[in-house]
């Protein structure tokens, strides 16, 4: 038996505009995360953050990908490193239909380097709408509970010990498509409440 389309089916078969309007729109996004990594690198120069020799504090990657969760993408990686032994990555994320995302994703070496700087300055996570990745996939960024629980729901205690005995840590933040003119803002705000450094 042949297949049969709904009325909506078959409208959205027809329907050439809609890929147009979503390339340009694309491209846009794109443009706006050219504009989030020179913002970061900016604030890296003023805050004179240093990184190791291996991270990339200069260009980063910007791609696309058309399928995650059945939506859409774009990530900027950056900063970022990413080998077999350590991860490094501050990414910003647009999923459409969804919300921009800025997630700073230690794992391996990279992780142990900064678990102490976590630790002690557990306090400087709190009221900032910091999520914390409770999920054993460092690959997912959905908001859900299964994967991303609100940092302020953590005692002092299980918070410490999250930061101490996890595999990896992934801590995010996120808006709303419709605040995208607040993206650079958001940014550089996310990177530097995110990124663990000493307090001065």
Not at 14 to 34: D, G, I, M, P
Not at 53 to 77: A, C, H, T
Not at 134 to 155: A, G, H, L, M, R
Not at 173 to 189: A, F, G, H, M, T
């Amino acid at each position: 038996m042949p297949q049969r389309f709904t009325p909506t089916e078959l409208q959205t078969l027809h329907n050439k505009k809609f890929f147009l309007v979503k390339e340009y729109a694309t491209e846009k996004v794109q443009h706006l995360f050219s504009d989030v990594r020179d913002e970061i690198k900016r604030e890296i120069k003023k805050k004179k953050i240093i990184f190791p020799d291996e991270v990339d504090g200069s260009m980063g990657k910007i791609f696309r990908g058309e399928n995650y969760l059945g939506f859409p993408y774009l990530v900027l990686d950056y900063p970022k490193h990413f080998s077999k032994n350590s991860i490094f990555a501050f990414r910003t994320m647009f999923w459409w239909g969804n919300f921009f995302s800025f997630t700073l994703h230690l794992q391996g070496k990279a992780l142990d380097e900064k678990r102490n700087l976590l630790v002690t300055n557990w306090k400087t996570f709190r009221k900032k709408n910091i999520y914390l990745c409770v999920n054993k996939n460092p690959w997912q960024y959905q908001y859900t509970k299964e994967n991303y629980i609100p940092i302020d729901k953590f005692s002092e205690s299980d918070l410490k010990h999250l930061f101490i005995t996890k595999e990896f840590i992934k801590l995010s933040r996120k808006i709303p498509l419709k605040d995208y003119k607040k993206i650079k803002k958001v940014s550089r705000e996310s990177f530097l409440y995110l990124y663990p450094r000493k307090i001065s």
